[in-house]
């Protein structure tokens, strides 16, 4: 089941959190063309006035097949709405934005006879690292990634655009306590993994069963709580001169082992007669 979030009391505050006017809006072509494919709720369908590329065109087509209002604006207007955002001459509203409910998320794994493996962004406050870590899970099969309520960005229109679409596929849970997320995962079986500058090698670690891997930001790394709560912390050895990577990069790295390691697995597992 999907919960929506949208308190207007609190928008000025999330605009100074988020740095975005409308955290339900979604800016640019391709990430439009996502969002029209994917279960999100469509309110209303902007285009700039005289805007007719090819693209703009399939856009408008398929938003009035599926019933959504399509309105022109101006260009200022489409700038004040997008919040920065390159939006490429359109953008939709959404109806709330929707996050999931984590144990939805390990339930529909399972349904797909599949262990969870989940994505935990902690204090990631920058869209275009969080839109790329979401792109990532995405395409190296993670169910879902689990954001934190305060000191993070949401799913806004910038998030939207860094994932390429990704963002209208892949489920993002929002909670007010990672911490006692992370207890909650454990006890219902997954192993939780810290994406940290000690620990195993990354290529050495052992990732059967379910998992969920918390990926901190750059410039902090994982909080200490968290990092206590880790079962195996996982490191990438660095070569060079520079001591970090970027949270999406480091993270990537990670996911696509449990992706190889699941895929080997399956390899093996005897076929059904």
Not at 96 to 101: E, G, L, T
Not at 112 to 140: K, M, Q, V
Request: proline content about 3%; overall charge neutral.
């Amino acid at each position: 089941m999907k919960t929506n979030e949208r308190n207007k009391s609190s928008f000025s505050r999330r605009q100074a959190e988020e740095g975005n006017l409308y955290d339900n809006v979604i800016a640019g072509r391709n990430a439009v063309l996502e969002a029209l494919n994917s279960e999100d709720k469509v309110d209303t369908v902007f285009v700039v006035k005289g805007q007719a590329g090819g693209t703009i065109i399939k856009i408008i087509s398929e938003a009035k097949q599926l019933g959504y209002p399509v309105k022109e604006i101006s260009p200022q207007k489409m700038d004040a709405m997008a919040g920065g955002v390159n939006h490429q001459g359109v953008l939709l509203t959404l109806s709330a934005v929707q996050y999931y409910n984590v144990d939805d998320i390990i339930c529909k794994a399972k349904e797909n006879d599949e262990e969870p493996f989940l994505i935990i962004a902690d204090e990631i406050e920058d869209p275009h690292n969080l839109g790329a870590l979401i792109r990532t899970a995405e395409t190296a099969g993670a169910h879902g990634i689990i954001i934190p309520k305060r000191r993070n960005v949401g799913v806004t229109s910038a998030v939207y655009k860094a994932s390429a679409g990704a963002a209208a596929h892949l489920p993002v849970a929002r909670v007010s306590n990672l911490a006692a997320t992370v207890d909650e995962l454990k006890e219902k079986g997954l192993w939780v993994y810290g994406c940290d500058m000690e620990g195993q090698t990354w290529c050495q670690t052992d990732f059967s069963g379910g998992v969920a891997l918390i990926v901190g930001s750059e410039g902090r790394g994982i909080s200490r709580l968290l990092k206590e709560k880790c079962d195996v912390l996982v490191t990438l050895p660095m070569k060079g001169k520079i001591t970090s990577l970027n949270a999406s990069v480091a993270g990537g790295i990670v996911m696509y082992e449990v992706a190889r390691q699941r895929s080997k697995l399956k390899a093996l597992a005897p076929k059904e007669r």
